[in-house]
């Protein structure tokens, strides 16, 4: 019978299995590859022998792990790239790389600063009509950001994203209100380098068709059906919440199609993780608890029920929330549940929320 040290490193390496399944520069390695003269993304290659010159931008909390692994695979190719991230410190340094502390879960001053050179950027990679890389991830909303209109500063940014994540909205129409004031939401940034070829890598696990709404769709153009940003503003009486100045006239009229945005061959988007991230996490989680536990009596139904207990929410729930979620049913589980419960031991307890932000929460996860 393993000890209860022996049961919780277990455990940690199951949880820790499941995370690997989740792994942004693995996915970025799975999907892009250089081969000769050949730099092949999923199923479309790319002849790079015609010296096309190849900049990328990464937005969002997984754009580190994203643009070290492509910084990798395209060696010399890469010519200048701009990153923007929470990332904690020690990340290692990307020389090619600008890269800017991105305010999360409001836009900061590095947030506009990362825009600019975004800007900068597809300027100058739409003059040399070059290949244009996107990598995208949850949590740049607020990573990059540019006002539409100059009367509208950083203190009207950040009180009305306050506004917005509080008020009960879908991620859907916060979205909606958001391009509203924004030149870099719904495909505008893109829509800077109308002359480059352009690959968005995409990694979240949102449904197929909502991937415009990750980092608010800063490569991607709103669906034909997305939310108009004036019936959610009615809807959410969110016109008394709207710091002044207001938003602009004609900005949230013409946001239902800002732009024309066409994914084609030189303009695609491409998600990284399936439909089916979830259930592939659980399996690695339960294929590292039969590893794990083979010759213990951990090995039974419910301790591998524990482990998928805790594969199922790893990646739209914090650690600490799924844990604690759990800790009901794995109160029920012997010998699994003690080496379960001992990893939450030291996790700090959520805050708790009002009505209308678990309300929000619901929505974002559903």
Known sequence: ????????????????????????????????????????????????????????????????????????????????????????????????????????????????????????????????????????????????????????????????????????????????????????????????????????????DVPPGEEGNVASGPTLAPRNDAHDARVVIARYSLRSLQPRPKLPAGSVSSLKSPMTFRINKSKMAVPLFGNDWVSSAKSRALSRARTQFVSSQAASSPALFGATALADGIWKRPYAWLCRRARPALNRLSPFAPALMALTETAPRPARLSTARRSHARARSG
């Not at 990328?56 to 990798?72: R, T, V, W």
């Not at 395209?74 to 600008?98: C, F, H, I, Y």
Request: proline letters at 4%.
């Open 1 to 204: 019978m393993p000890n209860l040290t022996q049961l919780r490193l277990a455990a940690r390496e199951i949880f820790n299995e499941a995370l690997r399944a989740a792994d942004a520069g693995a996915a970025v390695r799975r999907a892009v590859r250089l081969e000769d003269a050949h730099l092949s993304v999923c199923d479309t290659v790319i002849d790079v022998s015609i010296q096309q010159s190849i900049y990328a931008i990464a937005i969002g909390k997984a754009a580190f792990a994203m643009a070290s692994a492509l910084d990798e695979i395209l060696a010399g190719k890469l010519v200048a790239g701009v990153l923007s991230s929470n990332a904690p410190r020690g990340t290692p340094a990307l020389s090619l790389w600008q890269v800017f502390p991105g305010g999360h879960p409001e836009p900061n001053e590095q947030s506009l600063q990362a825009a600019k050179a975004c800007f900068d950027l597809l300027q100058r990679a739409d003059e040399e009509r070059a290949l244009v890389l996107f990598l995208i991830s949850g949590g740049g909303s607020a990573m990059i950001e540019w006002p539409i209109a100059e009367d509208i500063a950083l203190p009207d940014l950040r009180s009305a994203n306050k506004a917005l994540v509080s008020c009960g909205a879908s991620i859907g129409e916060i979205n909606a209100v958001r391009r509203a004031f924004s030149t870099v939401k719904g495909g505008r940034l893109a829509a800077r380098a109308p002359h480059c070829d352009q690959i968005t890598l995409i990694t979240s």
